[in-house]
C-alpha cells in the first residue's frame, strides 16, 4: 500500500508537501503512510487515488488495507492498477480462451512485440522505463505459461494482424510467427488462425476477449473485455454465456489447430523481407 502510494503520487509529478496540499491532509500524513509508518484511513486512500486519477481502482486497494486477499505479484506498483485485478484472475486460471483481434495476445507476444504493442497503446513522449515495465509484465504473465502446472492456452489468432504487426524490422516479423509456430507445438497451447471473412462466413463484432476457467467446483467462467483504458471484468452468466458461444463459432469458422503450422508458413512466404 505503501510503496503503490508512493508512486502514484510520482507519476503524477507531485511532491508529497504539495500531493498534501490537494488532498487537504498534512504532508507528514502522507510522509508516514507511504513510508509504512501508519495505516492510511479508507477515506484517505479514497482522497489520494481521486487526486492522482485512480479513484475507480479504489476497491483494489481497499481490498489490500482491509486484508480482505493476500497481495500477490499483481499488486506490485509497476503493475497499473487498471490491470491488477485482471492479472490476479488470469494467473488462477486453469484455461484460458482469447480472441484479439487486430494483435497478438500478450501472452504469444515476442519481446521485440511486446515493446512495440507497449509503445503503440501508450501516450505520446512515455519514458522508456514504462515501456520497459509493460514489457517485463507481458514476459511474467508468461512466465506461468510456461511451468508445468500453468493453465492450458486456447487462442484463435486473427489473420490481419500476423500480415501486418506493429513491427518494422522483417526479422522481428519472423521471429513472431517462429514463436507463435513454436508455441502451438506445445500440448496445453491451442492456437488457430482465422479464416479471411468471406470464406468463414462469420464476423465478430465486439472488443477483444478473454474467458477464464478454474480449476475450483462450482467457480463459474469469467468474462474479461479488454477496452481500451483498461479490462473490465464481467460475471454475469448471460454475457459469459454470449461470448462462450462467439469463441466456439469463431473456433469453428477458423483453420483448424492443425493446419496452423501451415497457414503461418504461407504468411511468413507473403511477408516483405
Known amino acids: 500500500m505503501a510503496v503503490r502510494l508512493a508512486s502514484l ?6 511532491s508529497m508537501k504539495s500531493a498534501a496540499q490537494a488532498a487537504g491532509l498534512n504532508t507528514s500524513t502522507i510522509f508516514r503512510i507511504e513510508h509504512g509508518l501508519v495505516a492510511p484511513r479508507e477515506s484517505t486512500v479514497r482522497i489520494l487515488l ?4 485512480e479513484g475507480e481502482h479504489a476497491p483494489r486497494l481497499l481490498s489490500l488495507l482491509r486484508e480482505e486477499r493476500v497481495p500477490g505479484w499483481y499488486d506490485a506498483p509497476g503493475v497499473p492498477l487498471g490491470l491488477s485485478g485482471f492479472l490476479e484472475l488470469e494467473d488462477q486460471a486453469q484455461v484460458i480462451y482469447t480472441y484479439c483481434p487486430q494483435y497478438v495476445p500478450p501472452l504469444l507476444q515476442t519481446p521485440a512485440y511486446a515493446e512495440s504493442a507497449a509503445r503503440a497503446a501508450l501516450p505520446p513522449g512515455v519514458t522508456p522505463e514504462r515501456v520497459g ?3 517485463d509484465l507481458v514476459a511474467h504473465r508468461q512466465e506461468r505459461l510456461d511451468r ?5 492456452l486456447w487462442a484463435v489468432l486473427d489473420r490481419q494482424a500476423l500480415l501486418d504487426p506493429p513491427l518494422a524490422r522483417p526479422e522481428d516479423r519472423f521471429a513472431q510467427l517462429d514463436a507463435l509456430a513454436l508455441a502451438a507445438k506445445q500440448p496445453h497451447v491451442a492456437v488457430q488462425v482465422a479464416r479471411p471473412g468471406a470464406e468463414s462466413g462469420y464476423l465478430y463484432q465486439g472488443p477483444p476477449f478473454t474467458l477464464l476457467r478454474f480449476a475450483e467446483a462450482g467457480r463459474g467462467d469469467v468474462l474479461v473485455l479488454h ?3 483498461a479490462p473490465v471484468v464481467v460475471e454475469d452468466w448471460r454475457r459469459v454465456e454470449d461470448h462462450q458461444q462467439a469463441f466456439a463459432r469463431l473456433s469453428l469458422s477458423a483453420f483448424s489447430v492443425d493446419a496452423t503450422p501451415e497457414v503461418l508458413d504461407g504468411i511468413r512466404a ?4
Open 270 to 273: 507473403v511477408l516483405p523481407d
Open 50 to 53: 481521486d487526486l492522482y486519477g
Open 148 to 152: 508445468h502446472d500453468g493453465p492450458h
Open 9 to 14: 503520487r510520482a507519476e503524477c509529478g507531485l
Open 133 to 135: 515495465r509493460g514489457v
Open 227 to 229: 477496452l481500451l483504458h
